[in-house]
């Protein structure tokens, strides 16, 4: 399945069972937008990274930010969120570093490499999601814990976990998680 058709499918979920939380979503982000981005950020998006912010840029409106990262509260977790192309502008920058990775002297190790473009975080930015523009691989960082590479193969296995949830979580099998009120409510 492609990153479209997996967010496709988060998409289709979401609004059929939490269709207030659907109905929040803004719009999709432009080619300008996203060309600006790279050109910020001195890096190009991964093609998968590309087609999602195409569907949904969910970046909140500038008066709405407050944080180091934002995003819509309660989705896809209780504590993350996914970030439009501004928020992952924000904690790329703050993370990438001159010589490529983070620390200096740990080049095979690293927590963090610039290659890696955040899609995913908590509001603080000290852990989430990231895509590795070399491969389009899926990993997760943590800041004072392991950097974990390679965690799903893509994007759009990753949104296949997410539509997996969000199934368990209409279905009533989530226990730490209900819909309420068109919304996810998390416990």
């Given at each position: 399945?492609s990153?479209?058709?997996?967010?496709?499918?988060?998409m289709?979920?979401?609004?059929?069972h939490?269709?207030?939380?659907?109905?929040?979503?803004?719009?999709?982000?432009?080619?300008q937008m996203l060309a600006?981005?790279?050109?910020?950020?001195?890096?190009s998006?991964?093609?998968?990274l590309?087609?999602?912010?195409?569907?949904?840029?969910?970046?909140?409106?500038?008066?709405?930010?407050?944080?180091?990262?934002c995003?819509?509260?309660?989705?896809?977790?209780?504590?993350?969120?996914?970030?439009?192309?501004?928020?992952?502008?924000?904690?790329?920058?703050?993370?990438?570093?001159?010589?490529g990775?983070d620390?200096?002297?740990?080049?095979?190790?690293?927590?963090?490499?610039?290659?890696?473009?955040?899609?995913?975080?908590?509001?603080?930015?000290?852990?989430?999601?990231?895509?590795?523009?070399?491969?389009?691989?899926?990993?997760?960082?943590?800041?004072?814990?392991?950097?974990?590479t390679?965690?799903?193969?893509?994007m759009?296995?990753?949104?296949d976990?997410?539509?997996?949830?969000l199934?368990r979580?209409?279905?009533?099998?989530f226990p730490?998680c209900?819909?309420?009120?068109?919304r996810?409510?998390?416990?």
């Amino acid at each position: 399945m492609s990153v479209a058709e997996s967010w496709s499918r988060v998409m289709t979920l979401l609004r059929e069972h939490a269709p207030a939380d659907h109905a929040e979503l803004p719009g999709p982000a432009t080619e300008q937008m996203l060309a600006a981005a790279e050109e910020r950020m001195g890096i190009s998006l991964h093609g998968d990274l590309r087609t999602w912010l195409l569907q949904n840029n969910l970046d909140l409106p500038e008066e709405d930010v407050d944080a180091m990262c934002c995003g819509f509260d309660g989705f896809p977790d209780e504590g993350s969120f996914f970030l439009g192309i501004r928020a992952m502008e924000r904690l790329y920058a703050n993370h990438s570093r001159p010589c490529g990775f983070d620390p200096p002297d740990q080049p095979d190790d690293p927590f963090w490499r610039n290659e890696w473009i955040p899609f995913l975080s908590d509001q603080d930015g000290w852990t989430g999601k990231f895509i590795d523009v070399r491969d389009g691989r899926v990993g997760r960082w943590f800041v004072g814990g392991p950097t974990i590479t390679g965690e799903y193969e893509s994007m759009a296995r990753y949104f296949d976990s997410v539509a997996e949830t969000l199934t368990r979580i209409a279905d009533g099998s989530f226990p730490v998680c209900r819909i309420t009120e068109g919304r996810l409510a998390w416990s």
